[in-house]
């Protein structure tokens, strides 16, 4: 089964609002990985948690790590139409093998 | 540096024929990966590849599907006799090392009608 899973599936907020999504996996890691597609598109990397680590900002971006309960989360603040994508998280299965979860599509309407 | 380059963008194939698809790693990067993405899914890993060796091939499909990293020139995937369920974008990624350090290119999405 999939290593990560985000929750919700979908996800619809209006501009300026904070946009939660959530991830969970099954087995240990070293590191968590964020990353952003937008429609038709390539990967872009927003973010890496390292699992010595439970929170980690880049911008509007603030992801946490619960290795207890095998969970992140990637919070983007004050949300922008720009932001309208979907979110996957990774996690690492060995030392350069990525498992992705099916993620979540956010749409921020203007 | 152009970052990692995957080409064609976009490929149609008729049921029964071949897909080839080109990854040019970024510079001075020597492991390659493909990964496969299908409709409202994650990506799912198929193999690993340094310069001529194939590493981890644990996630490609048994028949029909193939993969190289010559001495010179690009990554190639290559899928023989294409069904309709080989329709997917499939994405490349490179990195210095080994490791999930990784970029990734942009895909091609390949149509079999």
């Given at each position: ?9 979908a996800?619809?907020i ?6 939660t ?9 070293n ?14 990397h ?11 900002h880049?911008?509007?971006l ?10 992140s ?5 004050a949300?922008?139409?720009a ?8 996690t ?5 093998k990525?498992?992705f ?10 | ?28 990067h ?7 993405q ?17 590493i981890?091939?644990?996630?490609m ?13 690009p990554?190639?995937?290559?899928i ?14 490179s ?19």
């Open positions: 089964s999939q290593q990560g899973e985000e929750d919700p599936q996800l619809s209006q501009e300026g609002e904070n946009a999504m959530n991830c969970s996996y099954k087995t240990s890691i590191n968590l990985q964020w990353y952003r597609q937008n429609s038709g598109r390539g990967l872009v927003l973010i890496l948690i390292r699992s010595n680590e439970r929170e980690k880049s911008g509007r603030r992801v946490t790590l619960d290795t207890s309960k095998k969970s989360s990637l919070l983007i603040t949300s922008r139409a932001d309208t994508a979907s979110y996957f998280c990774a690492d299965e060995s030392s350069y990525l498992i979860g099916s993620g979540t599509r956010l749409l921020v309407r203007p | 540096n152009a970052g990692v380059m995957q080409n064609p963008r976009h490929l149609v194939r008729r049921r029964g024929q071949e897909a080839r698809l080109r990854c040019s790693p970024m510079k001075g020597s492991h390659v990966y493909w990964y496969r299908l409709p409202e899914e994650g990506l799912k890993f198929m193999v690993y590849l340094q310069k001529e060796n194939i981890d091939e644990s996630g499909p048994k028949e029909r599907f193939s993969a190289e990293f010559p001495k010179e020139g990554s190639i995937l290559r023989q006799q294409v069904v309709r369920g080989d329709s997917a974008a499939y994405f490349c990624a990195s210095e090392q080994g490791n999930y350090g990784y970029t990734f290119g942009s895909g091609t999405r390949l149509t079999v009608v």
